[in-house]
T-cell receptor, first 115, second 114 residues
Framework: DAKTTQPNSMESNEEEPVHLPCNHS???????IHWYRQLPSQGPEYVIH???SNVNNRMASLAIAEDRKSSTLILHRATLRDAAVYYC????????????????FGQGTILTVHP | NAGVTQTPKFQVLKTGQSMTLQCAQD?????MSWYRQDPGMGLRLIHY???????DQGEVPNGYNVSRSTTEDFPLRLLSAAPSQTSVYFC?????????????FGPGTRLTVT
């Protein structure tokens, strides 16, 4: 999967919006942008994904830059339960062999939410 | 839906012992996979399956076997446990394997090999 760059950590206060940035300057035209998060001692959890247009779901919004070289995950009102490591992942549409279906998790952004 | 379930939650093995980590999903997903997560490292793909009767190797398959006799179940077998296999193991599934599909993860099995 193509490389992504995220800040190591971010902090937020409860009930405030959080904008988590991700740079992916080497993205190809068919790569999907996926976001997962991992709460302490739990498995990764799908958050949202998109290709070109901004996306909204019940958990978050995904804003994708026009040139697709960056994206931002938006949590509209952070709660204590949102404290987790957030991973921005590019899914290659033509990955095969030992990479078939693989999600490549980098270091992610550790989000701390203060009461 | 229970989603993706894994058993056991915790396991301690002695070097050389064998065991099977269980994974099941009730979402009728075709694609299932196994990852391991070591401290300070990202998840690494061990094996995957694109449907019943079809399995293939991921990045780090040595020391592990898998089979997929049903759509629901995808067990991971450790043939002869080694301390290097101490890790947290996650099973995942998705409706399809292309990059447009999201994957669902189980809660993990924490394995210690002494």
């Amino acid at each position: 999967d193509a490389k992504t760059t995220q800040p190591n950590s971010m902090e937020s206060n409860e009930e405030e919006p959080v904008h988590l940035p991700c740079n992916h300057s080497t993205i190809s035209g068919t790569d999907y942008i996926h976001w997962y998060r991992q709460l302490p001692s739990q498995g990764p959890e799908y958050v949202i994904h998109g290709l070109t247009s901004n996306v909204n779901n019940r958990m978050a919004s995904l804003a994708i830059a026009e040139d697709r070289k960056s994206s931002t995950l938006i949590l509209h009102r952070a709660t204590l339960r949102d404290a987790a490591v957030y991973y921005c992942i590019l899914r290659e549409s033509n990955a095969g062999g030992t990479s078939y279906g693989k999600l490549t998790f980098g270091q992610g952004t550790i989000l701390t939410v203060h009461p | 839906n229970a989603g993706v379930t894994q058993t056991p939650k915790f396991q301690v093995l002695k070097t050389g012992q064998s065991m099977t980590l269980q994974c099941a999903q009730d979402m009728n997903h075709e694609y299932m996979s196994w990852y391991r997560q070591d401290p300070g490292m990202g998840l690494r793909l061990i094996h995957y399956s694109v449907g019943a009767g079809i399995t293939d190797q991921g990045e780090v398959p040595n020391g592990y076997n898998v089979s997929r006799s049903t759509t629901e179940d995808f067990p991971l077998r450790l043939l002869s446990a080694a301390p290097s296999q101490t890790s947290v193991y996650f099973c995942a599934s998705s409706y399809g394997v292309t990059s447009s599909y999201e994957q669902y993860f189980g809660p993990g099995t924490r394995l210690t090999v002494t």
